[in-house]
């Protein structure tokens, strides 16, 4: 008896140290989209503000597909150690998730643990377009219906679900283009083959500023770094709001220890004026929040979108 009470005593004492010496190897970030998007920008700032914190590099890894559902079910089965975390953004945890048919619910299947970011959606059109205001859509909406567009990254994106939501608010019936990413979606609206789009500003802000688009209003409150003084799309349609978000998560399992170390590495970052500039010139309002409200913020947004989802019927792919 007494020996075996030395050998569990022996056990807990080497494993204590294991657990307070992560990470021993480098950490990595599951990206469940493609190089050079938001998520992959937003996951390689961190990565790269972290290390130093953590004491070892931390890897970005891209695992696309399926609007971020690849990346997130691989991080979801991977083992809970706290050595893979996934970026998940707003989409993935909360729209893409919990649509029927959907391969993992990520929003179950994953821990949150800190966000750094908010992301603003904005209603854009072709510079040449006939369009100067949510008002002048809607009216179109409304006087040949199905006739005008929007166009999305895919069925059961944010930008889907973002025009599905006008919809359902302007009671209107216009209609969905989906494409294969947002880069033909863009293409065809400045051509005009499409009427509008609800897309992160991060990703169009160059578009904007070039003059390729015109945007005509925000989808959330806030004000966007880079156009402080857009008009709301809420002013026009009352009870519309999309906010987007670029979170960090880890297999459900993790040690708490484990998950308050990446936490902590992660806030300390955002301490840093030199990383939140950087992400504001990248096109993303930073804001930091822990575990407890990002899943806070999880919760109330999966709840939004379910509504959305069934009321416009919107299957996986």
Known sequence: MKRLALTLLAMVLSAAPALAEFPDRPPRIVVGQAAGGSSDIISRMVAEAISGELGQRVVVENRPGVNGAIGAEFVARSAPDGY???????????????LPGASIDAGAELLPISNVTLSSYGLVVAA???YRSVADILAAARARPG?????SPGPGSAQHLS????NRLAQVSMQHVPYRGAAPAVVDLMAGRIDFMMTNLGDIAGQVRDGSVRLLAQGDPSRFPLFPDL???????PGFEVTGWFGFCLPRGTPQAVVARWDEAIRTAMRSEAFRRRLTEAGFTPFYEGPDALATRLAADRAKWLDVIRAADVRAQ
């Open 231 to 237: 008009p709301r799309i809420a002013d026009t349609l």
């Open 147 to 151: 006739a005008v567009t929007f166009g």
């Open 128 to 130: 040449s377009g006939p």
């Open 84 to 98: 893979t975390a996934f970026q998940c953004p707003m989409s993935t945890m909360a729209i893409t998730a919990q």
């Open 163 to 166: 025009g599905e939501l006008m």
